[in-house]
């Protein structure tokens, strides 16, 4: 594994858009006073693919080592970007870019599509941008291609 630059939680309190990027470590706290950890797997369309790391604490550090352990805690989604780390929208939540893994290239990803479209127009998308057709059916059995807010975060992870 690469090397990762860490910085304090209050380095960067919001990170515009076109500056996240594959790779970078992120901390989130949903009020409840904890802090859950994630990486930037890839951009898309409509936000960007994360992995949320099953490591949760009571303060808001994190280091490689942990990383390098560190299991997926529910799989890949869309995470809305834009709203979370640029716009700092949400009231009850708290998400920062805390680090970078230099040289990150993701793994156990091969296999995780999302989907979109209607009809004949349906279509699966892997963590990459790459499209394929797919049967309407077939789109039913994938998640959508929707960025999640902080809510939906803490849908998914309750359901873990």
Known sequence: MSNIKFWEWD??????????????IFCFSLGDGKYYFGRIISKSIVG???EIFNFISEEN???????ESAHRLIPPFVLDSYLLFDKKYEKD???RIIGHQSNY????????YFSYGLGDGCKKVDVFGNEFPIT??????LP???PHSSYHVRKLMEST
């Open 61 to 67: 550090k994190i280091n490689q080592d942990i990383i």
């Open 11 to 24: 380095k960067k309190p919001r990170t515009m858009l076109r500056f996240v990027k594959p790779g970078d």
């Open 105 to 112: 290239t993701p793994s156990g990803v091969d296999n995780i």
């Open 144 to 146: 959508p291609l929707s």
């Open 48 to 50: 960007h693919i994360v």
């Open 136 to 141: 309407e059916k077939e789109a039913s059995v």
């Open 93 to 95: 939540a708290d998400w």
